[in-house]
């Protein structure tokens, strides 16, 4: 029979493999078995705690196993999981628990304290505090779920200050994961090298092959990242075979042309998303690993799960060439719409609009951002059917694969971030209240730069410590400049396209 | 150079005092995005190139730990 919710589809898999390692982190590793009795335990304390079906149970963890142990266990409450960054500024985490208004937030002892800072009445479980030996209630709530239920919130950043929650259905992951297995061969014998953190979509991929396949996922300590040698180390010391991961920490390895001195043979498949990838870098890869291996080119926001168009590199790659987004994955349709929502024609360039069954229930809380981008599919006039608007502009080509070109707002990517420069201006004008203030995107240098207007100058020392506070480090600016009076427009806004044509050359 | 290698990390890290700090890694002054930085710096202002192999915790533990990579890849004082 169909399955209808991811417990499913994770009981199915610890009944297959239950002695198979399903997780290792820096300092444990936990079998299927393991994992589901942790899960089912985390499950009694949160029915216990907060006797709520459907309602966001907030994770506030570092990336471990016990992160991916409390999403399982918020399933199988019948809750849906929203994964807080540990490496946030205390004051973002307010504003997202204040929006979000969880039922209650599992944490473990070293973060409580920055959750107790918050002053909400929130209910807090605590794991280091978990009883081992309590009884576990098999009466789990899952099982009155249905798969258009949310499973998971993810936040992304917003232009008023407040992350937007994106809220995706049970649904949506069981048809981008099983659309993932078939393409990319997925089984059991995958050992998943996980790089991007649980509060970015690209870490479903990883974390639901393990739920869906009995895959082993590795979850890569971060320090790996800083020092590539090391990471390949890892990947040879663990046999991993499977990675996904962001263009600049494949860019980087490229750069110090390390895959030379340091052979990582295991390796099979190698994908990468979340932000454009140069093809130079790539073509580094494929001369120096086997030529069996596979390379996606995986494109999505977090508003359509994972993916919605993905290019497989094939004998026709040409490091001269950028590289196509590609063509739709299975049961999803892509239109992408000019000006006057007309379908465009090959070539012409338009929004990238997507519609299926990946598409995200909305935003939490927040109908009329929901009803911005989720909109009615212009094309069909005659019954109701949404689309997502993504803000990406793209085209399609002659060979029927569509091309990124860029956004069509103030967004931007970062090592795979994805920041509105929006939300970076509300919190630094929030903090220094007597500056005027534009930030800006150097497309060049990949650098977020403040132009501001002030009386006198202020030391990027100072900039740089107080915003260190409101906001997380990658969308600190990096360069600042001060001006005597801001370039304006005639109704007297900062004159925006006038500044970014500075920064950028063009 | 030591004075050179702490204005380096300021300029990346402003919010932290490095000179008061025996490992950098450890107590989680510097990310990924900042080694790349400090090496990209270090190279240009030296006319070196520090080799991938190099670029490892150890080296990068402390302003002494960044000064004998320095002197290992050939830079004089």
Not at chain 1, 129 to 146: A, S, T
Not at chain 1, 174 to 197: L, M, S
Request: proline letters at 4%; charged letters at 25%; hydrophobic letters at 40%.
């Amino acid at each position: 029979m169909l399955k209808i919710n991811l417990i499913e589809y994770f009981e199915n898999t610890a009944d297959s493999f239950p002695d198979k390692l399903a997780l290792v982190d820096s300092t444990s590793q936990l079998s299927f078995h393991a994992l589901k009795q942790k899960a089912k335990r985390i499950a009694t304390q949160i029915t216990k705690e907060s006797h709520t079906i459907k309602r966001p149970v907030a994770i506030y963890l570092p990336k471990t196993n016990d992160a991916i142990a409390s999403f399982l266990g918020t399933m199988y409450s019948g809750n849906c999981y929203t994964p807080l960054d540990t490496k946030n500024p205390v004051p973002r985490i307010e504003a997202i628990l204040k929006a979000l208004n969880p039922s209650c937030i599992v944490t473990n002892d070293r973060f409580i304290a920055n959750i107790e800072k918050c002053n909400l009445d929130i209910k807090v479980i605590n794991l280091d505090q978990l009883d081992e030996g309590q009884k576990i209630d098999e009466n789990f709530n899952y099982r009155k779920c249905i798969d258009t239920d949310p499973a998971y919130i993810l936040h992304t950043s917003g232009s008023t200050g407040v992350p937007k929650g994106v809220v995706i259905s049970h649904l949506s992951i069981i048809d981008y994961i099983n659309w993932v297995v078939d393409t990319f061969d997925i089984t059991e014998k995958e050992k998943i090298g996980n790089q991007t953190p649980f509060i970015f979509d690209m870490s479903t991929l990883d974390i639901y092959l393990m739920i869906f396949k009995g895959a082993t996922l590795y979850i890569i300590p971060e320090q790996k990242f800083m020092f590539p040698a090391t990471l390949l180390d890892y990947i040879n010391e663990n046999e991993i075979n499977f990675i996904f991961w962001v263009p600049s920490v494949l860019v980087n390895i490229a750069n110090l042309k390390l895959l030379g001195p340091i052979k990582i043979p295991t390796i099979k498949k190698v994908l990468f998303g979340g932000e454009v990838m140069p093809p130079k870098h790539l073509g580094y890869w494929i001369n120096n690993l086997d030529k069996n291996v596979v390379y996606g080119n995986m494109y999505g926001p977090t508003e359509i799960t994972g993916t919605c168009v993905c290019h497989i590199v094939d004998d026709t790659f040409n490091e001269n060439e950028s590289l196509p987004i590609g063509k739709p994955c299975r049961n999803t349709d892509i239109l992408v719409l000019n000006e006057k929502d007309e379908l465009c024609k090959v070539g012409e360039k338009g929004e990238l609009c997507v519609r299926g069954s990946s598409l995200a229930l909305g935003y939490w809380n927040n109908l009329e951002k929901t009803n911005a981008v989720f909109v009615q599919n212009p094309l069909n006039k005659s019954i109701p059917e949404r689309i997502y608007r993504t803000g990406d502009i793209a085209f399609l080509n002659e060979k029927g694969e569509y091309i990124y070109i860029g956004r069509k707002d103030f967004q931007i990517k970062l090592s795979g971030y994805r920041i509105d420069l929006g939300e970076i201006e509300h919190y630094i004008l929030s903090v220094f209240d007597t500056i005027n203030a534009g930030v800006f995107f150097d497309k060049a240098k990949s650098e977020i730069v403040l132009i501001y207007e002030s009386g006198n100058e202020i030391s990027v020392k100072e900039f740089r410590s107080k915003l260190a506070q409101v906001l997380s480090k990658h969308m600190i600016p990096t360069r600042y400049i001060k001006m005597d009076i801001l370039p304006k427009s005639t109704t007297g806004k900062i004159d925006r396209a006038l500044l970014n044509k500075k920064i950028n050359n063009a | 150079m030591k004075k050179k290698i702490l204005d380096f990390l300021t300029e990346i890290r402003p919010e932290f005092d490095f000179a008061a700090s025996s490992n950098f890694i450890e107590e989680g002054m510097l990310d990924s995005f900042d080694i790349v930085s400090l090496v990209a710096s270090l190279d240009e202002e030296y006319g070196i190139s520090i080799d991938g192999t190099e670029i490892l915790p150890e080296n990068f533990s402390n302003v002494d730990s960044i000064y004998q990579l320095l002197i290992k890849n050939g830079v004089t004082e």
